[in-house]
Antibody, heavy 126, light 109 residues
Framework: QITLKESGPTLVKPTQTLTLTCSFS??????????VGWIRQSPGKALEWLAL???????RYSPSLKTRLTITKDTSKNQVVLTMTNMDPVDTATYSC??????????????????WGQGSLVTVAS | EIVLTQSPGTLSLSPGERATLSCRAS???????LAWYQQKPGQAPRLLIY???SRATGIPDRFSGSGSGTYFTLTISRLEPEDFAVYYC??????????FGQGTKVEIK
């Protein structure tokens, strides 16, 4: 059974750096084709993908936030960590991590988020 | 940058009715790599449909997806009480790699 859980501060001040940890079980991030991503949802707004790290340590970032994000993994601890610098009140959101794997079709494949954590609400305020 | 626009914003229906949700992309979705998710209040999103028309594990067959290119639909053939929720479409492969629509709320009429 795959489970994921986010942890981190609930309140950060503007300009500070946010560090969130995703702790997971039921899979290994060293398994070929597996990845863990971060998605956020601001109050009343759509889901926004932020970053993803693959089993081979390949990393992908949202172009609009790339300069502020860093994603890393600790395979031995079953954890993925996201850091976001220079936090602003507009970054107030629920931050979720999610599992992904290759979904094969013919000679190609895609990645979809098939297991999600419950999310962690982060408020940015002074 | 690809943008997904969902319509309608809110769909008011009764249990037993058919629901049809739309997702329109600003450019062609790469290989029709499109998914649908269901989210209930206080819960994480749940993957329903992937590759535009394939049901995820454990998803009832009243949920079906169709479409290609820039226009996709999610159909719920007969709404059950547990189906009232917010539904999101999501594409993979264009830039940004993963993009979500703004959601359609299916509410009880």
């Amino acid at each position: 059974q795959i489970t994921l859980k986010e942890s981190g501060p609930t309140l950060v001040k503007p300009t500070q750096t946010l560090t969130l940890t995703c702790s997971f079980s039921g899979f290994s991030i060293s398994t070929s084709g597996v990845g863990v991503g971060w998605i956020r949802q601001s109050p009343g707004k759509a889901l926004e993908w932020l970053a993803l790290i693959y089993w081979d340590n390949d990393k992908r970032y949202s172009p609009s936030l790339k300069t502020r994000l860093t994603i890393t993994k600790d395979t031995s601890k079953n954890q993925v960590v996201l850091t976001m610098t220079n936090m602003d009140p507009v970054d107030t959101a629920t931050y979720s991590c999610a599992h992904t794997r290759r979904y094969f079709r013919g000679s190609g494949w895609a990645y979809y988020f098939d297991y999600w954590g419950q999310g962690s609400l982060v408020t940015v305020a002074s | 940058e690809i943008v997904l626009t969902q319509s309608p914003g809110t769909l008011s229906l009764s249990p037993g009715e058919r629901a049809t949700l739309s997702c329109r992309a600003s450019q062609s979705v790469n290989n029709n790599y499109l998914a649908w998710y269901q989210q209930k209040p206080g819960q994480a999103p749940r993957l329903l449909i992937y590759d535009a028309s394939s049901r995820a594990t454990g998803i009832p067959d009243r949920f079906s997806g169709s479409g290609s290119g820039t226009y996709f639909t999610l159909t719920i053939s007969r709404l059950e009480p547990e189906d009232f929720a917010v539904y999101y479409c999501q594409q993979f492969g264009n830039s940004p790699l993963w993009t979500f629509g703004q959601g359609t709320k299916v509410e009880i009429k």
